[in-house]
């Protein structure tokens, strides 16, 4: 499968494209939204008044010689773009720059009283506690009574469009999250249940995107992997620290797992099913430093790639690891998803609504047909959907048409 040759990286600095928007409205809003949230005190007030200067007037800062991080961002290209704006790097970049820039002004890195407090925690879990959560877990005592391969789709799409639960972009679409498309932009999920045949033997990679109320559709999902055998093990990749405000940490796997143990009805029996199989070694909880890295899949580092390679399927969830997975690029829609993730080191799955402008895989007719209804809302209004597969990445099998 060839690579695609490379398209030009999306950056934040034209005025008026999402991406400047998230730079120029978004960063200051969350900001706001961080200073509502926990009573900081004014040395913390005083650094979230500095990075608010920062992000939307200032430059990319390198950071003290003893930071904890330094040789990591090093690697990840922080001298390359010291001394630029955030709005002439790569945007990719420039957003987990940001929420570094965040857990450092509120103390997070420690030591000190705030060190290791999540600053999004108050608003994950009042996620988890709304009266929304239960009654999406109420809906899976429905469920139960239907056919096996009926209930796995239905997971199938409930862990796809819970990503639409995204706490950041809630914050830029004015509060409530639009009323979804019917259908999908490219479904390839036959060729994915294809890959998680009953009695399988192997392991699921989940790369997981928010918490809340898109992990307890992605823990179900697992658990229905795993309880109907078609996998024998699964591992769930985090974010080591607070990410785009509502990214999943270890700490919110805990919570959501607690909350469904504590649900009533079916909710519960997959609750258990979860816990049972963190606790015999089934389910496990990575957290990778590059879970939080402001790059490209294509550049994780070997120790990932050994441990991608030998899954049987890596199901990246969300927007963003969609983005980091196809290279945040101004790809032409049609550019074939296969070529694009052919460096991926197994076969690879992407569930995500799409909110950003980035796309590949696209049929030109259903691009077409997008662009005629929308304009070029389609992109970042995180209505539509997607589920893409190469089953071929890392060289497993033949190529379509081989
Ligand atoms: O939670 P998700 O699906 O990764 O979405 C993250 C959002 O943040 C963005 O990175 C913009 O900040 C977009 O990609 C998307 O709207």
Sequence with gaps: MPD?????????NETGSFPYSVLAERHPAIIRQVRESLPYGPHRQRALDALLTSCTKGVIESFPSDAHDRDRWAAWGLDRYAGQSWFDVPWLW??????????EAVGYFGPGPEQAIDPFGPVKLAELDAPETDEELAALDSLESRPADERAQALLHGSLWGNRADLGFRLSA???????????????????WSLLPPSGTGTLCLIADNAGRELIPDLLLIAHLLAEGRVERAVLHVKPDPYYVSDATPADVLDALRRLTAAPGAAAAYGRCLWSATTDGRL???????????????????????????????????????????????????TPFADVTAYFPGPVAALRTLKSDVICGLDIDTEAALVAEEGQGWRTGGTHALIQVNAWAGGGGRGPGA
Aim: with cysteine; net charge negative; charged share 20%.
């Design 284 to 334: 496990t909880v990575r957290a990778h430093p590059f879970s939080c890295g402001p790059l490209p899949y294509a550049e994780m580092p070997d120790d990932l790639r050994a441990e991608l390679a030998a899954a049987t399927v890596t199901v990246v969830k969300g927007d963003l690891n969609y983005r980091r997975l196809v290279g945040d690029r101004h790809w032409p829609p049609p």
């Design 174 to 192: 004015g509060g409530d999250t639009p009323a979804a498309a019917p259908g999908l932009v490219a479904d390839d999920s036959e060729t994915l």
């Design 4 to 12: 695609a040759a490379p398209a030009p990286v999306i950056l934040g």
């Design 94 to 103: 420039s957003e987990s720059y940001f929420y570094r820039q965040l857990l």
